[in-house]
């Protein structure tokens, strides 16, 4: 069974545009969550998805930030416009109701 | 709140024995137990739920006590692979598996 996949693996962007990230979670999840860890640090919540609703947005850092889960299969997260802040790993989870979390591999986001 | 670990980090030797210990201000509903290795995803480990229950993986283990709102991982005989970056993440009552993290723990396994 595939785990959760994210794309791409990397990117570099200039502050000021626009970078999309994909998570494609383990078939069956309803539960899809993304995080970021900055620069060493924790682990921070940034929102969390059932099915296709947004659960919970709480940890958005500001409005540059849209997340979507359309159809309840994969999400994006785009960030525009970027800034040098918004460096660091983004990494997208997925579980079942009540069941441990699966992280992908995250991405690696370096605005420059 | 963010749950507080300690120690930030660690270095043992081969065969050697670690306690982590993770600790929140707030109620919890469970704990869970990730290790990440440099550039790859967080793998997880364990999932403590509240009642003080005790969980083993192997020779690594976990608890949880609900009443001081803090769990443990113990890691014995440590082997070279343990090596990585251990966080705690804290549910609370709602249980909707967002978790809150600690800043996490480096372990480094030397031979």
């Known amino acids: 069974e595939a785990g959760v996949t994210q794309f791409p693996s990397h990117s570099v962007i200039e502050k000021g545009q626009t970078v999309t990230l994909r998570c494609d979670p383990i078939?069956?999840?309803?539960?899809l969550y993304w995080y970021r860890r900055v620069m060493g640090k924790e682990i921070k919540f940034l929102l969390h998805f059932v099915k296709e609703s947004k659960q919970d947005e709480s940890g958005m850092p500001n409005n540059r930030f849209l997340a979507e889960r359309t159809g309840g299969t994969y999400s994006t997260l785009k960030v525009q416009p970027a800034e040098l802040e918004d460096s660091g790993v983004y990494f997208c989870?997925?579980?079942?109701?009540?069941?441990?979390?699966?992280f992908g591999q995250g991405t690696r986001l370096t605005v420059v | 709140q963010q749950p507080v670990q300690s120690p930030q980090a660690v270095i043992l030797r081969e065969g050697e024995d670690a306690v982590i210990n993770c600790s929140s201000s707030?109620?919890?509903?469970?704990v869970h137990w990730y290790r990440q290795k440099h550039g790859e995803a967080p793998v997880f480990l364990m999932i403590?739920?509240?009642?003080?229950e005790q969980k083993g993986h192997e020779k690594i283990s976990a608890s949880f006590n609900e009443k001081k709102q803090q769990s443990s991982l113990y890691l014995t005989a440590s082997q070279l692979s343990y090596s990585g970056t251990y966080f705690c993440g804290t549910s609370g009552s709602g249980n909707t598996g967002k978790l809150i993290f600690g800043q996490g723990t480096t372990l480094q396994v030397k031979p």
């Open positions: 989870a997925s579980s079942q109701f009540g069941a441990e979390a699966f």
């Open positions: 707030k109620a919890l509903y469970s």
């Open positions: 403590l739920l509240k009642g003080g």
């Open positions: 078939s069956g999840h309803d539960n």
